[in-house]
Nanobody, 121 residues
Framework: VQLQASGGGLVQAEGSLRLSCAAS????????LGWFRQTPEKEREFVAI????????SYADSVKGRFIISSDNAQNTVYLQMNSLKSEDTAVYYC???????????????WGQGTQVTVSS
């Protein structure tokens, strides 16, 4: 599976961004898709995941109620809508694909290149 993430940028606090991740190389609906983020000070952390065919979603407590993960199987794309952004959301965001519905980055086999999100306060 090849993943290409896009949509990052600079936004003011309380603003919104939508990240996209286009997948190719494998049946999109056969993998679990996730978004993770990383800063220089922290290990890569779970943000949100969506199960095969979009039937289930999970979120980190820190983003619950603000971020929404969704997938479009026809477009082979997974999205992360980020609302009410905070300065602590500043990080490099990665999309990932794998066979296990897991919260650890170690559960995922395929990774996009990362897209920087910077939230100014």
């Amino acid at each position: 599976v090849q993943l290409q993430a896009s949509g990052g940028g600079l936004v003011q606090a309380e603003g919104s961004l939508r990240l996209s991740c286009a997948a190719s190389g494998r049946t999109f609906s056969s993998v679990v898709l996730g978004w993770f983020r990383q800063t220089p000070e922290k290990e890569r952390e779970f943000v949100a995941i969506i199960g095969r065919n979009g039937r289930s979603t999970s979120y980190a407590d820190s983003v619950k109620g603000r971020f929404i993960i969704s997938s479009d199987n026809a477009q082979n794309t997974v999205y992360l809508q980020m609302n009410s952004l905070k300065s602590e959301d500043t990080a490099v965001y990665y999309c990932a694909a794998g066979g296990v519905y897991g919260y650890s980055y170690r559960s995922y086999d395929y990774w996009g290149q990362g897209t920087q999100v910077t939230v100014s306060s």
